[in-house]
């Protein structure tokens, strides 16, 4: 089974709207850890924003939110307001255990922003 | 406080040459993941080193592929008798400690291309 489920390949929202990118994982390990990340076409991985498996609260940074439903495994990024600027490639990604060392990305969603 | 560094950021080999990949880890970061983005494709984990230690290769393929990191430099990332599937993003990334939480910062990734 897939660790991390990304099912939209492309996505386009007009700029100032807000935009959901679906994620879900699948894992036994009670503690995990939940990542969002951009990948714009000059090609560095762009850390967003951090959602842990115990934390009660919906992870939020910015213009980022991270909309974490535990029970049903899913950990959809939202973002509000889009900017031209947020055109890119976004992996979802987890890191679990044992040893945490090593984060299980998916195959990631092209967001294209129109003017 | 500078980030994850690697270089070359693009890199051409003929078949059957070698290439190495270098990464400086962010300042105060011990631990050292190397991954590989196929194009298209999301992150695969490749090695988890410590400073003079592997501490997972579960991702690595057997042969061609070796990674350290010294006591003292850099890790290197070297592929032995290149072919054109090792055509690829190599990614370094870094974090302070291993654990669920522990976000790993990304290096700007090394473009392989093998003619």
């Known amino acids: 089974a897939q660790k991390i489920t990304q099912t939209q390949p492309g996505m386009f929202v007009q700029e100032k709207e807000a935009v959901t990118l679906d994620c879900t994982y699948d894992?036994?390990?009670?503690?995990?850890?939940l990542f969002w990340y951009k990948q714009p076409s000059s090609g560095e991985m762009i850390f967003l924003i951090y959602?842990?498996?115990?934390?009660?609260q919906n992870a939020t940074e910015g213009r980022y939110s991270l909309n974490f439903q535990k029970a049903r495994k899913s950990a959809n990024l939202v973002i509000s307001a889009s900017q031209l600027g947020d055109s890119a490639m976004y992996f979802c990604?987890?890191?679990?255990?044992?040893?945490?060392?090593?984060?299980?990305f998916g195959i990631g969603t092209k967001l294209q922003v129109i003017p | 406080n500078a980030g994850v560094m690697q270089n070359p950021r693009h890199l051409v080999r003929r078949r059957g040459q070698e290439a190495r990949l270098r990464c400086s880890p962010m300042?105060?970061?011990?631990?050292v993941y190397w991954y590989r983005q196929l194009p298209e494709e999301g992150l695969k984990f490749m090695v988890y080193?410590?400073?003079?230690?592997?501490?997972?290769e579960s991702g690595m393929p057997k042969e061609r592929f070796s990674a350290e990191f010294p006591k003292e430099g850099p890790s290197i990332l070297r592929i032995q008798q290149v072919v054109r599937g090792d055509s690829a993003a190599y990614f370094c990334?870094?974090?302070?400690?291993?654990?669920?939480?522990?976000?790993?910062?990304f290096g700007p990734g090394t473009r392989l291309l093998v003619l």
């Open positions: 959602q842990g498996s115990y934390d009660q």
């Open positions: 894992t036994s390990d009670p503690s995990y850890g």
């Open positions: 300042k105060g970061h011990s631990h």
């Open positions: 990334a870094s974090s302070p400690e291993v654990a669920a939480q522990e976000t790993q910062y």
């Open positions: 080193l410590q400073k003079e230690n592997i501490i997972d």
């Open positions: 990604a987890m890191r679990e255990g044992p040893g945490y060392q090593k984060v299980t």
